[in-house]
């Protein structure tokens, strides 16, 4: 493990929780004052949540974004890259004709591990906060915190997961002892992001709104869930995953009721450990000091419904209508079809790179240096005829807030990653544009998966229809997907999925979960002069190497992955 990440030192994590309070917007803008030590620093909520904002504040760096849209999307076959030669790292990685020393391979697992790194000193720490009171309000505040944590640490898990399958699963508490440890298996790194995101589930209200949006609610925690469970099944086998991955769509999208012991799947997960003790170590008030209207939850309790914070209408935060594109907009932010997305707040001094964290991405993807775009051939492939084609833009169109694209000649662009004039800062490559990170088709479309799976196909298909019922409202079509097989259901569901996601970073994680990632980029070859996606070999290219220093300092604790 790169050494710097693990030998900070607790005042390293109050400086760059004051960093998070400059660059994160609303709940982050709080001021930190006084000088705590690393003994007494995490005895307050407020001291949590400085610590908190550091977490969050990892997601707004350029380091973040970058190995988003590198491996997610660059890595797939819907769009073409402005760098795709064999000389650089980023061409290297894009042609899966890397080393074990590949920059960007030890750029992803660096970033992610700091973010796991920053959640853990929150998740370690929460039990220093000192109650002085009893109210139940406190108690809340501080479960608030410690379920965003594991929300983040969860998230973070899964991107190092689905990037090189089972890896070190980090103590809490670092010291000398333990920086070095070996890989866990894929199946207890899944069961420790699970458990993460279950308890995330009922320590968190089902949204938040006003002045605290951005932080990750229930919706967030649960809708994760499901995506982490669909990636721990493998489609055309019955699974325990598949039905559990059901069962939560019918709690976040239908509507059916959901307890406390089922959310945590208690007691299977705890054993040992009796209903209170569970309750007070996620921070619920003790039974013997609740009083008057507090709630003592016990395992029956109903957590909050999901089902009615959420919309695939294109609403915003206040129920306003928005058009398809707009949902990606400034206007779109927080709006009723977004269950995550990460907060970015420009500088406005003209402050560049991490300190500004303002989404430059947005900036130089819509313009004539633009890093990665979809090509007449791609646009076919992906979209068809569908509606949700016309809000992808080519070269001299004219955008909705009527500027004329310059972006080449053959590119085709989202409006997803647009920023219409009159939302640009002063200042250029400062941008406040968040970044949707899951939204609710994304939930209903695994809703859809995971019901074809388990043989509920009726309602598999209304899953899928209840999304492009929506999208036809765009062009007044009245073309519904159609009953069918197992597989011609899926196969459905897995169009609609590229075509709903499209250029959202996701689509390579999406086509090595179905197993059909050789099959794709074999296709995308075919059409391309250079052959990218020709080298992917299936078996092995599904997950990338560990970073070789990393083997290397671990002293061969850590192993590699086959094939590397």
């Known amino acids: 493990m790169c050494k710097y990440i693990f030998k900070i030192k607790a005042i390293l994590v109050v400086a760059l929780a004051s960093m998070a309070l400059v660059s994160c917007d609303d709940f982050l803008d709080k001021e930190l004052v006084g000088n705590p030590t690393e003994d007494d620093y995490y005895t307050t909520n407020y001291q949590l949540q400085t610590a908190l904002n550091a977490t969050y504040d990892l997601l707004q760096s350029d380091s973040f974004t970058n190995i988003e849209w590198w491996f997610g999307e660059a890595c797939g076959d819907d769009v073409i890259d402005s760098d795709e030669g064999l000389s650089s790292d980023l061409g290297q990685l894009v042609n899966f004709r890397f080393s074990n020393n590949n920059s960007k391979i030890l750029e992803r697992w660096t970033t992610l591990y700091k973010g796991v790194h920053r959640a853990n000193q929150v998740i370690a720490n929460i039990h220093k906060c000192e109650i002085t009171n009893t109210q139940y309000n406190t108690y809340k505040a501080i479960r608030e915190i410690y379920g965003q944590a594991k929300f983040l640490r969860a998230f973070y898990y899964f991107g190092l997961v689905k990037t090189f399958g089972g890896v070190p699963i980090r103590p809490e508490v670092e010291t000398v002892d333990n920086l070095v440890i070996p890989r ?8 420790y992001i699970e458990k993460d995101l279950r308890e995330a589930a009922v320590m968190l209200p089902n949204r938040y709104s006003g002045g605290d949006c951005g932080k990750a609610g229930a919706g967030a925690a649960v809708g994760l869930l499901m995506k982490v469970l669909m990636y721990e099944a493998t489609n055309g086998t019955p699974s325990e995953k598949w039905e559990q991955c059901a069962q939560m769509g019918d709690y976040f999208v239908k509507g059916d009721p959901m307890t406390m012991a089922k959310m945590l799947d208690y007691p299977a997960r705890y054993e040992g450990m009796d209903w209170d003790e569970l309750r007070e170590s996620l921070w619920f008030k003790p039974k013997a000091l609740n009083a008057g209207s507090d709630p003592y939850e016990g395992p029956d309790y109903e957590i909050a419904k999901l089902s009615t914070a959420y919309s695939l209408e294109y609403r915003d935060a206040v129920n306003n209508p928005l058009t398809y594109y707009e949902q990606f907009w400034i206007e779109g932010e927080f709006c ?54 016309q809000y992808v833009l080519g070269h001299h169109q004219t955008t909705p807030d009527m500027q004329n694209t310059e972006i ?12 219409p004039v009159k939302d640009r800062s002063t200042y250029g490559g400062d941008n406040g544009k968040n970044r949707r990170v899951m939204r609710y088709p994304e939930v209903v479309l695994t809703y859809a998966e995971a019901l074809n799976e388990c043989g509920r196909r009726a309602e598999a298909l209304e899953a899928l229809n ?6 036809n409202k765009i062009d007044n079509s009245t073309v519904l997907y159609i009953g069918g097989g197992y597989g011609y259901l899926r196969d459905q569901i897995w169009k609609e999925r590229r075509i709903e996601l499209a250029f959202e970073w996701d689509r390579f ?7 059909r990632a050789k099959e794709c980029l074999a296709e995308l070859a ?17 997950i990338f190497p560990i970073p070789q220093n990393e083997i290397d300092i671990s002293n061969g604790i850590v192993t590699q992955n086959p094939g590397y």
């Open 408 to 419: 080449g000649s053959g590119r085709n662009l989202p409006l997803k990653w647009y920023t």
């Open 466 to 471: 209840s999304n492009k019922r929506v999208v």
């Open 336 to 389: 009723k079809g977004s269950v995550f997305e990460i907060v970015f707040k420009e500088s406005g001094d003209g402050t560049l790179g991490d300190t500004n964290e303002g989404g430059y991405i947005y900036d130089t993807l819509f313009s004539t240096s633009t890093t990665m775009w979809a090509n007449d051939e791609r646009m076919n492939t992906i979209f068809g005829t569908d509606a949700r084609r």
């Open 509 to 515: 994680w999406d086509i090595v979960r179905t197993g």
């Open 184 to 191: 866990s298996s894929l199946e207890e790194c899944y069961a």
């Open 526 to 542: 075919n059409s391309r002069s250079n052959k990218r996606g020709l080298y992917f070999r299936k078996g092995v290219n599904e």
